[in-house]
């Protein structure tokens, strides 16, 4: 990977000065751990830890657990008992030396271990640091950077087993193997535009055409991916919409009853909101607005198909809640009204009551309808049969390297829409150094995945929405 392609901004920052941070949840614990990286660490380390058998972790072997105390070298108080991972550059997560001191799990041994560690020589790490020296020493790229965050986050297993897989590299194979074709394409066309008179057995315009076709192709599976990838990662927006008393309340109480299986804080959001999220067929599926839905048993029923038709708008997925059991009001004929077919599924509540709702009746095309009793639990395996259907309507979930980051699909996108231009004018008679533009502007926006083209103010904004000690 060529880092120094970018290497003007983001490495001219980058020092090995020896970084440290509690890198486990504040909180009590069995165990916590304090890491360093950098130059010093091993230095630093072996200035406040004393073993029985006097080892020294600059002279252990790599890869090594040592036992000890961490102990305040001017006075000799020992701080905490802990074992001491040693992991020397270049085989670490940084590529740099690594200390790990593994304490025992409360704030104070913690605090109390970090701050001697930073009063001995460390500085305190930035979110994401370690991560961003690993991808700056070339041990991870941009891609598989972001995917240790997605492995933390994720919601479900599904989502879990995607980001595993691109932290392994399945992504950026791909994206790498799309951008080395693009790379000789490009070499082609050069040598053309540099000696046009010259038979370098350069290939024929339709040749290129249809390198550039395979490619195109290949960017369009990924992008496809991303449909079902998106979602994994981000989870679905989904609106419990209807008017008061049609249920919304029990049916979002049945639910979770059955799937509360994910209480987790959005990251990267400044509220600090607890949401509510249901694992649906392993779709995290977070609910908008709840506690807005909640109040709305309390508001004037304006103000209720006010929020309802605001969540419609903004939310990935409906559910529209009618009540099986009445007749249709004017408020569900105008919600109905406003529901987009593709993304709305109607919940036909209170099926254990004598039924009087006709949706055809009042003229209205047969969507996709469930009926459920959120009062007896009953239908809510089809509803949830019909949410999994409707996020992923036409949508893959092949199990090669899924897209779940849409940062990527806009970069597969300006790829693929360059490559496209290319494959377009390459028939015409677009001159040469023009088609090398297409070409050029393509393999920037892959590179931009990899981290080998990227900006450094995106490079910033993706390692700030990790956790410090990561
Ligand atoms: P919301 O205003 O749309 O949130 O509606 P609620 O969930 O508060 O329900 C309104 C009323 O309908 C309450 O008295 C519920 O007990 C009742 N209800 C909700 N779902 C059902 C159902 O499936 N069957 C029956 N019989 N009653 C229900």
């Not at 897209?403 to 996108?413: E, F, G, P």
Request: net charge negative.
């Amino acid at each position: 990977m060529a880092l120094w392609y970018y290497g003007t901004v983001a490495l001219n920052n980058h020092t090995d000065d020896t970084i440290a941070a509690i890198s486990t949840p504040i909180g009590r614990g069995g165990i916590g751990i304090v890491r360093l990286s950098g130059r010093d660490a091993l230095k630093i380390a072996d200035r406040i830890f004393v073993s029985p058998k006097k080892k020294k972790i600059s002279t252990s072997p790599s890869h090594r657990i040592v036992y000890g105390h961490i102990t305040e070298p001017s006075t000799g108080e020992i701080i905490d008992e802990v074992m001491v991972s040693i992991m020397k550059a270049p085989r670490t997560y940084t590529r740099e030396d690594i200390v790990e001191i593994n304490c025992h799990g409360g704030a104070l041994p913690l605090r109390r271990v970090l701050e001697l560690v930073l009063r001995n020589g460390a500085r305190a790490a930035g979110p994401g640091e370690f991560t961003q020296r690993a991808f700056l020493n070339g041990r991870l790229d941009l891609a598989q950077a972001e995917a240790v965050l997605d492995v933390i986050n994720a919601m479900t297993v599904q989502g879990q087993k995607a980001a595993v897989e691109q932290l392994r590299g399945g992504l950026s194979v791909k994206i790498a193997a799309a951008r080395e074709e693009l790379i000789e394409l490009t070499a082609f066309l050069e040598a053309y535009i540099d000696f046009p008179e010259e038979d370098i057995g350069s290939l024929t315009a339709k040749e290129m055409t249809q390198r550039a076709l395979k490619i195109s192709d290949s960017l369009r599976e990924l992008i496809e991916s991303s449909g079902y990838g998106v979602i994994l990662r981000e989870g679905l927006r989904v609106a419990i919409a209807g008017r008061p008393n049609v249920g919304k309340s029990s049916l979002l109480n049945a639910l979770l009853e059955h799937d509360r299986a994910i209480v987790t804080e959005i990251p990267g959001t400044t509220r600090d909101v607890i949401e509510e999220y249901l694992n649906i067929g392993g779709l995290p599926i977070r609910i908008m607005d709840t506690a807005g839905i909640r109040e709305v048993e309390d508001l004037a029923e304006k103000e209720g198909v006010r929020r309802s038709l605001r969540a419609m708008e903004e939310a990935d997925m409906v559910l529209l809640i009618l009540d099986g059991s009445s007749e249709l009001h004017e408020t569900d004929i105008e919600l109905i009204g406003k529901a987009k077919t593709e993304n709305t599924i109607f919940v036909i509540n209170k099926s254990d009551l004598e039924q009087k709702i006709d949706i055809e009746g009042a003229g209205f095309k047969p969507a996709p309808s469930v009926m459920v009793s959120a009062k007896k639990g009953t239908g809510l395996d089809s509803l949830k049969e019909k949410i999994v259907e409707t996020a992923l309507h036409g949508k893959t979930c092949g199990n090669s390297a899924v897209v779940t980051n849409t940062r990527h699909v806009h970069s597969l996108r300006k790829a693929l829409a360059s490559i496209e231009s290319f494959i377009t004018e390459a028939s015409g008679k677009t001159p040469p150094e023009f088609l090398a533009v297409e070409l050029r502007d393509a393999l920037d926006a892959l590179g931009d995945i990899l981290g080998a083209t990227t900006p450094e103010d995106i490079l910033e904004r993706i390692f700030t929405k990790f956790c410090i000690g990561k």
